[in-house]
């Protein structure tokens, strides 16, 4: 029998439906809000209005392009947790109407359950189980999947996230946002070793990131008071030197998962795993640690309805669906 998934993304900022036919991605439709770039940063409120206005065509689209009809959908899929409040609910209410139009299953999906089964989208696959450094900007997590239907954070941020650390740090740069892409792109230019940034040291497999944004603060006031042209005359080397603590923070905390564990298939997901620095990084410590790296392509990185399809087709292999009194929510444990 073959299944054949409309997925629904609209957590944040980004509009997205996807079709998904047996576990093979048809079309993968974004539309992105460039409102936000003026306010530097995401303003909820416009987030949910843009949703309204793109939802009806960024699925007809996606329909369209994977040559699909709605006669054709076995089961509806949308994000319901976590997220923008009011993102979530444009996205849940489209999807719970559609359902029940269609009279077929609706299935709910944790988006960073989501971000995690990205890897699972195209070859090569990673095998279970699996590691996964997921990174965002709201989340940082290391997960332990034992199957697309048992996955557990074994390692998360006590404080702020590493796509939040790269989007402040860009911001005290004078860096328009998103700024963390902007970090990326400089970064290439310059010396990773020229100024160094402390590593927290905070137990286990959790991650800080708050003093390390103090650390930077402070370092970048301490500069320009000596030299006002300081961030200017040395914005490669600066950018290029907080990429290089951020990964290694990341890649510290994976490497000792692995070694906790003894798993060896290790993935990274996530919006920041698009970033050049972590996927250079993770390839090179894979060659030292002789682990299976998984990088997802860069479509399905950031906030895509394509990783809430796949993980939906898992879920409507299980019958693990939802009735119309789901209800979207801003916080969800896993």
């Given amino acids: 029998m073959s299944v054949t998934i409309l997925a629904i993304e609209s957590s944040c900022d980004d509009t997205s439906a996807a079709v998904c036919r047996d576990g093979v991605m048809l079309s993968n439709l974004i539309a992105s809000q460039k409102v936000h770039a003026q306010y530097g940063g995401v303003v909820p409120e416009l987030a949910s209005r843009a949703h309204m206005q793109n939802i009806v065509p960024v699925v007809d689209t996606a329909l369209k392009n994977a040559n699909c009809t709605l006669a054709e959908i076995d089961a509806v899929a949308f994000t319901q947790a976590p997220g923008l409040i009011g993102s979530l609910l444009v996205g849940a ?3 719970k109407s559609l359902s029940l139009a269609l009279n077929k299953p609706l299935i709910a999906v944790h988006h960073m359950q989501a971000h995690v089964l990205a890897n699972l989208i195209d070859e090569p696959r990673p095998a279970f189980p699996f590691l996964c450094l997921t990174v965002s900007g709201g989340h940082t997590q290391i997960v332990l999947c034992e199957s697309p239907d048992k996955l557990s954070v074994i390692g998360e941020t006590t404080d702020d996230a590493a796509g939040e650390a790269f989007d402040k740090s860009a911001k005290l740069l004078g860096l328009p946002y998103p700024g963390g892409p902007l970090i990326d792109k400089y970064a290439k230019n310059g010396d990773p070793k020229r100024f160094a940034f402390p590593e927290p040291q905070i137990p286990g497999l959790n991650f800080s990131f708050s003093g390390l944004k103090t650390a930077i603060l402070y370092f970048l006031q301490n500069e320009t008071a000596k030299n006002p042209a300081f961030i200017e005359e040395n914005m490669a080397d600066i ?3 907080i990429q290089h603590r951020i990964v290694t923070i990341l890649l510290n905390k994976l490497k000792k998962a692995s070694d906790q564990t003894g798993i060896k298939n290790v993935c990274i ?7 050049s620095g972590l996927r250079d990084g993770l390839t090179e410590l894979g060659k030292r640690k002789h682990w299976n790296t998984f990088i997802p392509p860069f479509q399905y990185c950031t906030d895509n309805a394509g990783m809430i399809a796949i993980t939906a087709y898992h879920k409507f292999l299980n019958k693990d ?11 969800a444990e896993w």
């Fill in 93 to 95: 209410q489209f999807a």
């Fill in 239 to 241: 950018c290029a030197s």
């Fill in 269 to 275: 997901a996530g919006g920041v795993s698009a970033n």
């Fill in 321 to 331: 669906f939802a009735d119309l009194s789901v209800v979207p929510s801003a916080r």
